[in-house]
Structures are given as C-alpha cells and as structure tokens.
C-alpha cells in the first residue's frame, strides 16, 4: 500500500493540481510563504547567499501535499475493490508519507546547514522539532469537518471542541513564529536563547500537537467510508 | 438474483428513501426513472455501497456488502455523471492508476473501447469534454470484467451519433446472460426500447418497480370526451388532462374493462412519467 500511495502522489504531485486544490486550502501555502519569506530573510544576517529560506521548503512541501491530498480518499477510490481495512492500509500509508517526506527534507536542509556552519546543534534539533510538528499537524489530516458521525438523520454531527480549534491556531502561530525565530538566532548568538526557543518549542507545539493527534484515529475511521467524507448537511453539537 | 434490494431505507438530511425493494435477474437492463429530487442517484449510491442504509439490505450476486466489500466491488462497473478522474493525468495513466485495484482489468479491452469511442489514450481527461468524460468512464467500467453496470443519467451528454453506439454497446454487454445494466435516465423513450425492467421513483418512494410488460399492462392512456373519461372509475383515474380540443388521462387498466368510445393505447414510459408526476393535481 505504501509504494501504491507513493506512486500515486508522485502521478498527481503537479501544478495544475496544486491549483486546482484552493478550494482545499492551497491559497494558505501562498499566504504563508508570503508572510514567512521576508521575515526570514531579513532575520538571517549572516546568510548572504539566502539559503535560509531553504527551512521553509519542508513547511511549504507539507502545505502543498495536505492539500493535494486529503484525508479523503477520491471518489473512485471508494468504488475499487477495497476491503475497509485494505482503504485504512491506504489512509495511513497516505499519512506517513505526508508527514515523513516534510521531515526527512527538513533533516536534508538541517544537514545542508551544519555543514555550512549556520546554526548549531540546539538550533538544529529546535528547527527539526519544529518542522516535525508543523508536518505531523498538517500531513495527518485530522480536522474538525472530518470528524464527525452520521447520524440516525443522516446528518454529520462534529462535537463542538473548543479544545480542537485552540489547538489548531497555537500550533499554526507558534510553528511560524518559531521559525522566525530559530532563523533570527545567529550561530554566534549566546547558549540560553538557543536554549530558550528549544524549551519554547518543547512547551508548547510539541505538547499541544500531540494532543490535537489524538483526534487523527477518529478522522482515519471517518475517512473509510465515502459517506462520511462528502458535503453533507452538518450540525455542531455540544 | 443479479441485484436484490430488500425494504431499504435511507435518510439523508430531509430526504428519505423509503422502503425500497427490487429484483434484477442476470441477463437484462434496469430502467430507473422518476423526477428530479427523486431519489435515482441516492439509491444508486446504495446500490454501489457508497452510503449505507438504515434499514434493509443490499444483495449483489447474493452477496453483502458487509462480508464481501471487495467481491461485490470487482462486478460492479459504474458511470457516474460527475468527474470521477484526476485531471492532470492521461487517459491511459487513469484507467492504469484505478485498474491496478481490479483483478480483471484489461489495457487491451480499455484501449480497444477507447478506439470504438474515438478517444485519444493520451489525452489528458481535464481536456475531455463533458460527454468525453462520461465515455471514458464507460470505456474503464467495461475494462474489468464487470457483471452489473451501474450508469447513472450518461445519455443526455452523449450525442445522437454515440447514442446509438451507446445502446448498441449495452446490448453486447447483457449478450451472454450474466450480467445486468441498471441505467438512469430522463431519456425515457431510449429505455421503452431498451429495458426490461423499470423502476419509477417519487419522493423517495418506488411507484413501480417491476417489468416492463407488466407496467404497460397495468396502465391505459385514454383520449376522449371528458364526460366518458370520467364514467370510468374515479380511483383508476390517476391523472385527466383537460385540453382546449381533447382531453387526456392515464388510467389504471381493468382486463375486463370496456372504454366505451375512448382512443385507448398503452402509455410509453415519458407520458407515463408525465402523467405519474401530476397526479393528485388538478387539471
């Protein structure tokens, strides 16, 4: 199942889809690109050649990949023959590989700069911490339209969580913050601010994206039947 | 049994399909009709799994979605009026991507359908018009093997010329006696001449579902004075159509009934259709 989902991400990981996904969310990828690029930039002195902005390629790697490929699965794809737990292989395979292919860019570009000497080992396991969450939160899919019964009425009913929506903005706003801020700490710069943006990324992104994952077996179960995937009448509940 | 629908129910916000039951043997072609909104798409969503009904129970082949997921699914062939494709691949590289899942797929039986459908392997699908679309679809459900076909309303996209094609194509499918076609149209004058079986929807409700003999015993379309028409009896009239120079009704058919002075014929699936949907209407 891994090396179908692979194949099948690489057929359809193109421009065009990448466009025509906006109405998924892809229109955030720009918006953060733009916010990101010149905060970086101008944060990292002593990058002359402006290879920091390499840190954002994982980021925006994952924010394409989330879009193009939701948790749902297209349409077709509930028509193969699948058993459920064949489709559930599938859905995970997809998860790993959202979330893995970020991450292992983000250890690709981390080397790129220790070898160039423009961070160091706090910095570098921060950043790496950092890009871990932001791909683990956008590649796992879990989101709030996702998860939610049918009910007897047939209508989706998604529990009003406070909890999860909080949850989604601090890991947004913290993430990117934190990526300014791993890239305005020069390699120079003393120990304790190193050690402070780690501390920072091990209070808070860390701690609350795991518990905004324990909501991802719940989107993995809803994504298995196409009923539960597609617009349907939606009611909050309590 | 090819396909046994047995009481199901299914709600969906507002709407509810109701306590729907149907039989279709091997070897013959389902008509299902009925009006906007009247729940064709929503049982065929049943049908292929896609929802899960309520109540009753869904057998294709003798077999149950709930212990034969995959089974049911490598005899289902579907043609669905919405862009089941990716876009941004070919039509070769689609048909390959989704074929993969099927035992029997066939390059060789795509491709040969592709050629008799005058479509281009290598052309992208987001280049296809809509029409061409819905013919990629039906070249890719006849590629693996199916033994029920499921189409949900292709005609109205397909021109005259493909139309034919089209029907000529279903009968070749249904040749051998094992496999069935379900079609979903609002071109009812295609199935008078096609189908073996009707299924009239309304409200989520089966008016009709049986063969076509048998609704074509069942209902008379009588044309003629009004003062006969309604000498008849007054539950069998299901519909009268008052015009300026005659007058129109569809009427339950009595074997022992005489219409005395009526122009009587059997009523063809549209005005049956037209008839149905305006019952309990005035004139």
Known sequence: MMQLAMRNYIRAFKWQNIKESYHNGSWFSLLYIGIMLPLILNGWKMDEAGISILILFPNIFAMFTSVLYPMALPKLMYLCPMSKEMRKEYIISACRIRTGVPILLTILVLIIFLFLGLIDWVSALGMLLNNTVFALFLGSGTNAKGYGDIDQRGYRSIPLNTAFSVCEGVIILSCMLLTVGYCAVDITDPMWVKLLLLIITLLIPVPVTRYYLKFWPGSVENALCYENTMKQPIILRK | ?283
């Not at chain 2, 039951?21 to 798409?41: D, E, H, R, V």
């Not at chain 2, 066939?106 to 050629?115: F, P």
């Not at chain 2, 693996?144 to 139309?163: Q, S, V, W």
């Not at chain 2, 002075?261 to 059997?266: F, R």
């Open chain 2, 1 to 283: 049994m090819l396909l046994e629908i047995k009481d199901v129910c299914k709600r969906l916000g507002n709407f509810k399909l109701k306590n729907i039951s149907l039989q279709l043997p091997a070897g013959y072609i389902l008509g299902l009709i009925g009006p906007n909104g009247a729940g064709k798409t929503s049982l065929i969503h049943l049908i292929l799994g896609l929802y899960e009904p309520n109540e009753g129970e869904i057998l294709i082949d003798g077999l149950s979605y709930t212990d034969h997921e995959v089974d049911i699914r490598e005899k289902l062939g579907t043609v669905l009026l919405e862009d089941l494709f990716v876009n941004g691949l070919t039509l070769k590289e689609n048909a390959s991507r989704f074929g993969e899942f099927y035992k029997n797929y066939s390059e060789e039986i795509l491709l040969k359908y592709l050629n008799r459908f005058h479509l281009d392997a290598d052309r992208k699908f987001k280049q296809l018009s809509k029409g061409e679309k819905l013919k990629f679809q039906f070249a890719f459900a006849l590629s693996h093997d199916a033994k029920l076909l499921i189409l949900d309303e292709p005609t109205g996209n397909f021109d005259p010329t493909f139309r034919a094609e089209f029907f000529e194509v279903l009968k070749e499918f249904i040749a051998d006696g094992q496999r069935s076609i379900i079609l979903s149209t609002h071109l009812t004058e295609d199935l008078d001449r096609i189908a073996d079986y009707i299924c009239y929807l309304e409200k989520g409700e089966t008016i009709f579902a049986g063969d076509i003999e048998s609704l074509r015993d069942k209902y008379r379309l009588v044309v003629g004075e009004e003062y006969k028409i309604k000498l008849l009896r007054k539950d069998d009239i299901i519909y009268l159509e008052k015009g300026e120079f005659t007058n129109r009704a569809l009427v339950i058919n009595r074997p022992s009934r005489l219409y005395d002075a009526l122009k009587v014929t059997v009523p063809t699936i549209e005005e049956l259709m037209y008839f149905m949907t305006k019952r309990g209407k005035k004139s």
